[in-house]
T-cell receptor, first 114, second 110 residues
Framework: EAGVVQSPRYKIIEKKQPVAFWCNPI?????LYWYLQNLGQGPELLIR????????DSQLPKDRFSAERLKGVDSTLKIQPAELGDSAVYLC????????????FGPGTRLTVL | EDQVTQSPEALRLQEGESSSLNCSYT??????LFWYRQDPGKGPEFLFT???AGEEKEKERLKATLTKKESFLHITAPKPEDSATYLC???????????FGTGTRLAVRP
């Protein structure tokens, strides 16, 4: 069974440019999380989806970040415009079920903003 | 606000030298404490979930234990392939959010 797939793995952009990250969770997993991980830190939740619905986006900086999960499968996280401080690893995760605690993480997208 | 503190920040061991990593937490109603392993350039990999004080779980050279205020990850006779960052996270009873600690970077020398 394929795990959580993320792309691209690496992205380098100039500040003020837009950028988008894509996540395909494990088949059948209805819950999807986007996390931000700064160097030397643990992951921090940005947004949680239950199917198509964003049920917790309280940590998402909505002035520049947006996310969508059309049809309740793939998800896209966008930053526009990117700032230097956005350089980090963006992780996607999905548990088997909302009642299950084990979250499967993708490999992440490492963003560098110059 | 949930808080998770891991110590030490970094640990260097000789192969075969057993040790423990600590995760202390403050949460209003624990609904699970999680240990993950993270290798460079990869996402966290799930290791254990602990739910109540006194619970223990083992996997190969790793053993996780839980008290009301902290969790320990014991590593017995580590090997170089155990080198990684070990992350601890908690989920409180009122939500689904995981709060992570900053991790312990473990290096095991052959």
């Amino acid at each position: 069974e394929a795990g959580v797939v993320q792309s691209p793995r690496y992205k380098i952009i100039e500040k003020k440019q837009p950028v988008a990250f894509w996540c395909n969770p494990i088949s059948g997993h209805n819950t999807l999380y986007w996390y931000l991980q700064n160097l030397g830190q643990g992951p921090e939740l940005l947004i949680r989806y239950e199917n198509e619905e964003a049920v917790d986006d309280s940590q998402l900086p909505k002035d520049r970040f947006s996310a969508e999960r059309l049809k309740g499968v793939d998800s896209t996280l966008k930053i526009q415009p990117a700032e230097l401080g956005d350089s980090a690893v963006y992780l996607c995760a999905s548990p088997e079920d909302r009642g299950y605690n084990e979250q499967f993480f993708g490999p992440g997208t490492r963003l560098t903003v110059l | 606000e949930d808080q998770v503190t891991q110590s030490p920040e970094a640990l260097r061991l000789q192969e075969g030298e057993s040790s423990s990593l600590n995760c202390s937490y403050t949460v209003s109603g624990l609904r699970g404490l999680f240990w993950y392993r993270q290798d460079p350039g990869k996402g966290p990999e799930f290791l254990f979930t602990l739910y109540s004080a006194g619970e223990e779980k083992e996997k190969e050279r790793l053993k996780a234990t839980l008290t009301k205020k902290e969790s320990f990850l014991h590593i017995t006779a580590p090997k170089p392939e155990d080198s990684a960052t070990y992350l601890c996270a908690v989920r409180e009873s009122s939500g689904d959010k995981l709060t992570f600690g900053t991790g312990t970077r473990l290096a095991v020398r052959p």
